[in-house]
């Protein structure tokens, strides 16, 4: 069963650095990174396919990477220049297929999720 574990959110004013992690049980096809504002709909951030193929949100484009470690079974996402409307739960979310399948910042792509950690980025 995978199951998916988030830390390093916290607080950080804007401008700032964070980077938030993920350890996963096992390696899925398609990995990647979700964020929920209050009073919003979910939204995809970035994903990694297995390949090293790789997506981002136009928001977070030149600002957010997105990495992940098959040996250590970790996601990361190093955030840079945050703004305030970055604040949010972010969740990392896994595909259910380990060896193969599609990628990319839809739902569609995902099927497992983590319980989310929280971002807060002040003016």
């Known amino acids: 069963q995978v199951q998916l574990a988030e830390s390093g959110g916290g607080s950080v004013q804007a401008g700032g650095s964070l980077r938030i992690s993920c350890v996963y049980t096992?390696?899925?096809?398609?990995m990647g990174w979700f964020r929920q504002a209050p009073g919003k709909e979910r939204e995809g951030v970035a994903a990694?396919?297995?390949?090293?193929?790789?997506y981002y949100d136009d928001s977070v484009k030149g600002r957010f990477t997105i990495t992940r470690d098959n040996i250590k079974n970790t996601l990361n996402l190093q955030m840079n220049s945050l703004k305030p409307e970055g604040t949010a739960t972010y969740y990392c979310a896994a595909s259910l297929g380990a060896n193969s399948g599609s990628c990319g910042l839809g739902d569609i792509f995902f099927s497992i999720w983590g319980q989310g950690t929280q971002v807060t980025v002040s003016s």
């Open positions: 990694i396919g297995s390949y090293g193929s790789l």
């Open positions: 096992y390696s899925r096809y398609c």
